[in-house]
């Protein structure tokens, strides 16, 4: 059965917000964190992957293997995000396919958050729906999830923190962790401020 | 960017603006701030050099989407050189931001046709393409471009890119190997070259390897390179059914261990761990 509800928790919400802001002008995408077996779906967290090379499968392997050896059973990959260089471009390509392929592997019931450039203008905005096209996998392709639906509860709150204290300054993804090991790529700092504003 | 810096010496500013626009992640919104502080309040002073702060405000404006101040900038610059083609290809830039991408393939084609040899415009004309969805035409004008600029780079890596999207892993390597032979001390080529042919498959994954390898030899420390290695050797040892041969396993056990200590010497422990975790996960 594919989900219909899928919730994002502020923390995840505002690291895919950040990765996006920090590399505009590149196509990024990173995984989606979650619980297995939870109803509705929840995205706990968010790691960065990319912002250059898309399309080549050394690096994102060994991204793969690292947090898949991280995680404990339960808390697991559930999902994939991606937003295009290209403003134009509001379906997922092959490179795309073929990640989701490896995800649902492991997690029959991933998805896939598109990320609508467009919609990004508005995400200021009180009450605005959040920036994303759900796809997932019906028949061993990737469809529009025409039914399902994502929502937070402080999406406002978090994409106001990421923009107004320029949080995105401070994301790093995988590809800046491969240059500079010193560099985190959980990205625990924004983890930590999120919390902070919400505890 | 300080205050001060914009009440002290007209020569500090445009040190300052100059710093800045030879960064690689530019900061637009300083670059503008700066340049229309040179040009409100020291055109004068500036003397020939004005007319280059007008270009970078026009640049620069267009990043942070002014179009107001764009169009100030330009209608200074094109009094001022009514026939420069540089200055029109500006005005192409703006049609773009703009979304205008048929008017603007016209103008670009137009000077394509009068100056031949024009770089600035045959590579607008290419983005215009790829900004379009229409990467098979940007390939082709691309092709066209290293045809008549068979040193640039950056191009080839450009068209690199897009015959990855295009799924066309050949060319891409082929682009590659063009720029080993031009420069064959650069590890990035290299280590490129190595992604490219470990995606392509396992027909593949030897030449993956020994070009993983050569780039450890280039910079010992390259992260990528050193998981490369170990990623490609595994691979190759679970194609083959074979356990590894006493080199290869002596290569990928050096590269386990620098890798540990390079983890170490970072202090970021969840590395570590992660590390830690992936270094088992290949020895299972």
Redesign the interface.
């Known amino acids: 059965m594919a989900t219909t509800s899928i919730e994002i928790s502020p923390t995840a919400y505002a690291k895919i917000l950040s990765h996006i802001l920090k590399y505009q002008h590149y196509t990024v995408n990173g995984l989606l964190i979650g619980n297995q077996n939870g109803d509705p779906l929840l995205i706990q967290d968010v790691y960065p992957l990319f912002h250059t090379g898309h399309g080549l499968s050394p690096m994102l392997e060994i991204a793969l293997i690292q947090l898949d050896t991280t995680f404990s059973s339960e808390q697991t990959i559930i999902g994939y995000y991606h937003a295009f260089e290209n403003c134009k471009q509001q379906s997922p390509d092959v490179h795309c396919e073929r990640i989701m392929d490896k995800i649902s592997e492991h997690f029959k019931q991933a998805i896939l958050l598109l990320v609508d450039n467009h919609a990004l203008t508005k995400i200021k905005e009180e009450g605005s729906k959040l920036p994303f096209h759900i796809f997932s996998r019906q028949d061993s392709s990737l469809r529009l999830a025409s039914k399902a639906q994502i929502f937070s509860n402080e999406s406002c709150i978090s994409s106001q923190e990421v923009i107004e204290k320029k949080l995105y300054e401070s994301c790093v993804d995988f590809d800046d962790h491969l240059e500079d090991t010193r560099l985190d790529w959980s990205n625990s700092k924004i983890t930590e401020l999120i919390v902070s504003k919400f505890s | 960017m300080s205050k001060e810096l914009l009440s002290s010496d007209w020569r500090l500013v445009y040190e300052e603006l100059q710093v800045e626009q030879k960064k690689l992640r530019k900061n637009y919104s300083t670059i503008l701030l700066l340049a229309n502080h040179l040009v409100t309040h020291n055109s004068r002073a500036l003397g020939q050099n004005v007319w280059e702060v007008y270009e970078s405000i026009v640049l620069a404006s267009l990043d942070c989407s002014d179009y107001e101040i764009t169009t100030s900038a330009l209608s200074k610059l094109s009094a001022r050189f009514p026939k420069s083609t540089r200055v029109l290809v500006l005005k192409g830039i703006l049609l773009e931001a703009k979304g205008h991408s048929d008017e603007v393939l016209e103008l670009y084609q137009e000077i394509k046709r009068n100056e031949p040899l024009n770089r600035e415009c045959r590579k607008r004309k290419i983005t215009v393409h790829?900004?379009?969805?229409q990467n098979k035409m940007a390939i082709q004008e691309l092709c066209e471009y290293l045809s008549l600029f068979i040193g640039d780079t950056e191009a080839w890596l450009e068209l690199c890119?897009l015959y990855?999207?295009e799924?066309d892993l050949y060319n891409a390597g082929f682009c590659i190997e063009e720029l080993i032979l031009s420069n064959p001390l650069s590890y990035l080529n290299h280590l490129?070259y190595?992604?490219?042919c470990?995606?392509k498959g396992e027909e593949y994954w030897d030449s993956?390897a020994k070009h993983y390898t050569k780039v450890l030899t280039l910079k010992p420390d390259s992260?990528?390179a050193l998981?490369?290695v170990i990623?490609?050797f595994y691979a190759i040892m679970k194609m083959s059914r074979q356990n590894l041969q006493s080199k290869e396993k002596r290569m990928v056990d050096w590269a386990k261990c620098k890798l540990k200590v390079?983890?170490r010497n970072?202090?970021?422990e969840?590395?570590c761990?992660?590390?830690e975790?992936?270094i088992?996960?290949f020895d299972k």
Request: no cysteine; glycine share 12%.
């Open positions: 790829k900004s379009k969805g890119d990855i999207i799924l490129k190595a992604e490219i470990y995606t993956a992260i990528r998981f490369g990623l490609t390079l983890y970072s202090g970021n969840t590395g761990r992660m590390l975790n992936t088992q996960y």
